[in-house]
């Protein structure tokens, strides 16, 4: 198998976590959150290369603070992000130096993806007859679907999962529907939802349950605890500069 291409979505801002700075900047454990999605996926043996998508003013700070700091030498280029997270992925996709295979793509608020997870999903778009792999976890809570108020109806939970990332997907799919989308201004709220609508076929593997996304201020708490609890497959920063 070809080594794979990654983008990592790390545009957001940090309003409901009431931050200033963007989340992605904000340490767990000493380490900005970025820089630990980063180092995971760094860790990754089949990702070959790396585009990182921040805000336009954040640019210079991410190349600084995080890819020369921790040295992260996959990371091929920053770029600019979109008012969207749709819109970021797909200046990313037009930054990939190589045409691989596989691109996988991440949130960069979800700094405890193992590099196991990663590689899993990878491997199982490799080895199944599917278009794209998305890691989820089977919802253990009720879900109710309400408007104005009211509960419209109650969908079965065994087929209801909370969808994570990273997400793994053949290039030309993915290409494909992000062009198909920019032109005919189609959103969704994951690359996933793209490839559905264009008729792509997606599979699901388990995520992790640790796999938390950094949103809250209640989510950077429970990130370091889960870190201070250990036993998770972590990478550890010790490049340059630190």
Same mark, same amino acid.
């Not at 600019?80 to 749709?86: A, F, L, M, S």
């Given at each position: 198998?070809?080594? *794979? &291409? *990654?983008?990592?979505? %790390?545009? +957001?801002?940090?309003? !409901? ?9 904000? &340490?767990?454990? %000493? =380490? ?10 760094? &860790? ?12 336009? +003013?954040?640019?210079?700070? *991410? ?6 700091? #921790? ?20 200046? *990313? ?29 990878? !491997? ?7 278009? +794209? ?6 919802? =253990? ?6 408007? %104005? ?31 198909? &989308?920019?032109?005919? +201004? ?11 609508? #264009? ?16 949103? #809250? ?12 609890? %250990? ?12």
């Amino acid at each position: 198998m070809d080594g *794979a &291409a *990654a983008v990592v979505a %790390g545009a +957001g801002r940090g309003e !409901r976590i009431g931050r200033r700075e963007g989340k992605q900047f904000l &340490a767990l454990q %000493g =380490v900005p959150v970025l820089a630990r999605s980063l180092l995971n996926l760094s &860790a990754v043996p089949e990702v070959e290369q790396i585009v990182l998508v921040v805000n336009a +003013g954040d640019i210079e700070r *991410a190349e600084r603070e995080i890819v020369e700091r #921790y040295g992260l030498e996959k990371v091929k280029a920053v770029v600019e992000g979109g008012e969207w997270r749709q819109e970021s992925v797909f200046h *990313a996709l037009r930054a990939l130096r190589s045409r691989a295979e596989i691109i996988v793509v991440h949130d960069g608020a979800r700094p405890l993806a193992t590099p196991g997870l990663f590689s899993r999903a990878i !491997r199982a778009l490799a080895d199944w007859d599917c278009d +794209g792999v998305i890691t989820a976890v089977p919802v =253990v809570e009720t879900i109710k679907e309400v408007e %104005g108020g009211w509960v419209i109806r109650t969908p079965e939970r065994r087929r209801l999962w909370a969808v994570q990332t990273p997400q793994c997907f053949r290039s030309s799919a993915l290409q494909d529907a992000h062009e198909r &989308a920019f032109r005919e +201004g189609v959103w969704a709220t994951d690359d996933a939802a793209l490839l559905e609508r #264009y008729r792509y076929r997606v599979r699901v593997v388990e995520g992790e349950l640790t796999n938390l996304k950094i949103t #809250y201020p209640r989510d950077l708490v429970l990130a370091e605890a889960l870190l201070e609890e %250990g036993g998770m497959e972590v990478v550890v920063p010790d490049g340059p500069g630190i």
